[in-house]
């Protein structure tokens, strides 16, 4: 997998995916989660994940909301986690490969620009 720019992901589009290619390898993960924001590689270096703390409840809701509108744009969906009321996090997969792919990497650049209302 090529390692892209913020700005070269957030130019591109999911494609859909039906299986049959390799996931990317977790030093082309980690390679590439340097040009994005706070998203650590899972132990099992299948998925990406992020955290936020938001204001409140419906802050995160809110963020959601916005993650759902960009998923449903690209075709390819994240995980989506709100614990404790106000602990955000997302987790990005590719669910036809079992690992990741540059999906992931695409969904988490255009997840980052995302407003998000956090705890002050
Ligand atoms: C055809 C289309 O690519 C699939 O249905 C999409 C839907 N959203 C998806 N989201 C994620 N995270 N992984 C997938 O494999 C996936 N597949």
Same mark, same amino acid.
């Given at each position: 997998m090529t390692v892209r720019t913020t700005e070269e992901l957030v130019g591109k589009k999911c494609l859909p995916c039906e299986g049959g290619v390799q996931p990317c390898s977790p030093q082309?993960? /980690?390679d590439q989660l340097k040009q994005l924001g706070d998203w650590r590689l899972t132990d099992d270096a299948k998925r990406i994940r992020r955290e936020w703390v938001v204001e409140n409840f419906m802050a995160g809701m /809110?963020?959601?909301?916005?993650?759902? &509108? $960009?998923?449903? &744009?690209?075709? !390819? #969906?994240?995980d989506l !986690? $709100? &614990?404790?009321? /106000?602990?955000?996090?997302? &987790? @990005?997969?590719? #669910?036809?490969?079992?690992g990741l792919s540059e999906n992931d990497?695409? @969904?988490a650049a255009k997840i980052d620009r995302l407003p998000i209302e956090l705890k002050q």
């Amino acid at each position: 997998m090529t390692v892209r720019t913020t700005e070269e992901l957030v130019g591109k589009k999911c494609l859909p995916c039906e299986g049959g290619v390799q996931p990317c390898s977790p030093q082309e993960a /980690r390679d590439q989660l340097k040009q994005l924001g706070d998203w650590r590689l899972t132990d099992d270096a299948k998925r990406i994940r992020r955290e936020w703390v938001v204001e409140n409840f419906m802050a995160g809701m /809110r963020f959601f909301e916005a993650c759902a &509108e $960009l998923a449903e &744009e690209d075709g !390819h #969906h994240p995980d989506l !986690h $709100l &614990e404790g009321y /106000r602990n955000v996090s997302v &987790e @990005l997969w590719t #669910h036809a490969i079992g690992g990741l792919s540059e999906n992931d990497f695409i @969904l988490a650049a255009k997840i980052d620009r995302l407003p998000i209302e956090l705890k002050q």
